[in-house]
Every structure is written in C-alpha cells, then in structure tokens.
C-alpha cells in the first residue's frame, strides 16, 4: 500500500530539503510549490506532499512527529564542522591573520585552509603561521580522513592531544615553531 502525508518542508537558497532514502521513493522529487513554478528556492515554510511505499498508519494511531535521521556520511560532516568549530574557538580563530569563511560560510569546506574530498569530508587543514593561539582540542582526532596537518608557525599551546593517533589517514604533520609542551604521544 501506499499513502501520502503533507509535510512542511523549509526550503532555503543553500539547503534543498532532507529526505530518507528508506523512505521516499528513489524517483521520488520533492519540491514546493514555489520551487516547481519559479525554480527559485524560498526561505518560507511550505507544505508539499510526499508518497511514501509503506504501510499506511492507521488513522486511530497516536500522532507522533517524523525523525528523519542523517545518512553516515552527513553525520560525519556535521561532526567535522563541529570538530573545526571547537579549534576556532580553542585557538582565538576571530584574532587569526586569515580566517576567511570560517563560521560563517556554512560550508565548512570553503573556510581558508580546509580541504574536503568530494564526499565533504576533509582531508587537509593548512593553517600554518596563520596566528592560532591556544590549544589544540582533544576533538581532531574525529576528522578520520585527515591526511595533511598543517599547523607550524603559531602560537599553539600545551601539550598534544593524544587522540591525534586515531588519525589513521595522517601522512603529513607539522607543529614546528608552536610553545606545545611534553613529549609526542606514542599513539601517533
């Protein structure tokens, strides 16, 4: 059986809408009406229908609302995005000599010095005598496809979080001429 169901869908110039592939049909598009008639996204709130290839719920079931949950690999940028934002805010990124897009682009694969494969996922931080001042948090060792860290010339304080050892794709690390103290961790 199938049944459609009216959602709300936010429409925004960046954002196209979130749908599950467990749930939407796969020649399924979902647009709202003001994108279908102009092809122009809009920021408003609009409802549109989506037929779902499921059992239809019974109208005496409990109204209960949608979890649409992200895809692996959203997830995993979402995370990354988190993981740059806790280094901008652990190393004064406001006072940095180019932090260009940073925080504010909402793509952090745009932000100065970041590298993303394809997929969004990143693979290189280049932010070398670029005035990071602070320490580095224990979070980078979530960005599992970094191969290029780049961080000598700063003023990069404290010790090295050993968690950079999760970073099995790490080729090329550089923290020359940083105030870091203690020894390197074994793990990396």
């Known amino acids: 059986q199938s049944f459609d169901a009216t959602l709300p869908v936010l429409v925004s110039p960046t954002r196209a809408p979130l749908t599950t592939a467990n749930s939407v049909s796969p020649s399924t598009t979902v ?14 709130p609009t409802s549109t229908t989506i037929s779902f290839n499921q059992t239809a719920i019974p ?13 692996e690999k959203e997830r995993q940028k979402k995370e990354e995005k988190e993981v740059l934002i806790k280094l901008f805010n652990t190393t004064r990124g406001t006072h940095w000599i180019d ?6 682009d909402d793509d952090h694969c745009k932000w100065k010095g970041v590298q993303c494969k394809e997929n969004g996922l990143i693979i290189s931080l ?33 010790a090295i979080p050993t968690e950079l050892g999760m970073l099995q794709q790490l080729q090329i690390f550089s923290l020359s001429d940083n105030k870091v103290n203690g020894s390197i961790p074994t793990e990396i």
């Open 31 to 44: 647009l709202s009406p003001q994108q279908s008639s102009s092809h122009m996204p809009s920021s408003k």
């Open 59 to 71: 109208t005496s079931a409990p109204q209960s609302p949608i979890v649409v949950s992200l895809p």
């Open 99 to 104: 932090n260009e897009g940073w925080i504010e």
């Open 126 to 158: 280049r932010l070398s005598n670029n005035g990071l001042d602070g320490s580095l948090p224990s979070e980078i060792g979530l960005l599992h496809q970094l191969g290029r860290l780049l961080l000598y010339g700063n003023d990069i304080k404290g």
